[in-house]
């Protein structure tokens, strides 16, 4: 109940908490989640509003709910950096630090829509993860970069439930062992532009909304359950399902290897 009420406070009072004592920067991590009923259209306009920061409340909320005290702030730029983790980079000056807040965006249009967090060549995931020689040949398998070695479901490429068993067991104990490292690549990343915090922006029409979360508080909540293969031969890592893209008119993009989840299950996470 505790949390509600403070939850309630901060997203209907921003200008009186922008004046106040914000959270320490240290315990950060430790902060929950903040919504609101403010729908967004694009990045952009997300960008735009901490820019306006002066006057527009929800970036005041934002800030303050970051560990800011607006009125310690001297500039706040935001920017979105091409084909990295955070759709928008804030950087902000205060009198002591210039401090940097990279932000994963994810647009939603309903509670049920799905997410693509991170997409891919499989030759650089093996790179990233260090993928054992045999796991990598299983999956050319199912991403159709290998023809199928007996009858599947579709031609040019095999599920994994299509696999030999020892196949399946290798590719489940690798993403087990490195789980941790493999979601933090998806959700975080590890480049200039790493992401701090998740915004989903659910754009409905009715009940427009939405939340701001730590990323590691993302990152522990969709990561959590267990490593499967699912009925349609596709993995699960907790609430992250990897599939191959598909689609494209079967260019060869189509043969990529992505990540999806429902950015949306966040508003029921308390």
Do not use: C
């Not at 505790?2 to 997203?11: D, G, P, Q, T, W």
């Amino acid at each position: 109940m505790r949390k509600a009420i403070i939850l309630f406070l901060v997203s209907l009072g921003a200008i009186l908490f922008a004046d106040a004592q914000a959270t320490p920067r240290s315990a950060k991590a430790e902060t929950g989640s903040l919504t609101a009923k403010n729908g967004f259209r694009n990045e952009t306009e997300i960008a735009g509003k901490f820019n306006n920061w002066r006057t527009d409340t929800d970036a005041q909320t934002w800030l303050a709910f970051m560990g800011y005290k607006t009125s310690g702030i001297k500039e706040v730029l935001a920017s979105k950096p091409h084909g990295e983790k955070a759709d928008v980079e804030v950087k902000i000056t205060t009198a002591d630090s210039v401090a940097r807040e990279g932000i994963s965006i994810k647009l939603v249009s309903s509670n049920n829509g799905f997410n693509q967090i991170d997409k891919r060549w499989l030759a650089h995931y093996a790179i990233m993860w260090k993928m054992p020689a045999e796991v990598v040949e299983s999956l050319k398998l199912f991403v159709g970069e290998s023809k199928p070695i007996r009858s599947s479901k579709v031609p040019g490429r095999m599920y994994l439930n299509e696999l030999d068993t020892e196949d399946q067991k290798r590719i489940l104990d690798f993403f087990k062992a490195n789980r941790d490292v493999i979601v933090s690549d998806l959700f975080r990343g590890d480049g200039e532009f790493d992401a701090d915090w998740i915004m989903v922006a659910l754009k409905s029409t009715d009940k427009p909304r939405w939340i701001l979360r730590r990323i590691d508080h993302a990152i522990e909540f969709f990561s959590g359950g267990p490593v499967e293969i699912t009925r349609n031969g596709n993995l699960r890592i907790g609430r992250i399902t990897m599939q191959r893209k598909g689609g494209d008119g079967g260019r060869e993009t189509a043969k990529m290897l992505q990540f999806k989840i429902n950015p949306a299950l966040l508003f029921d996470k308390n």
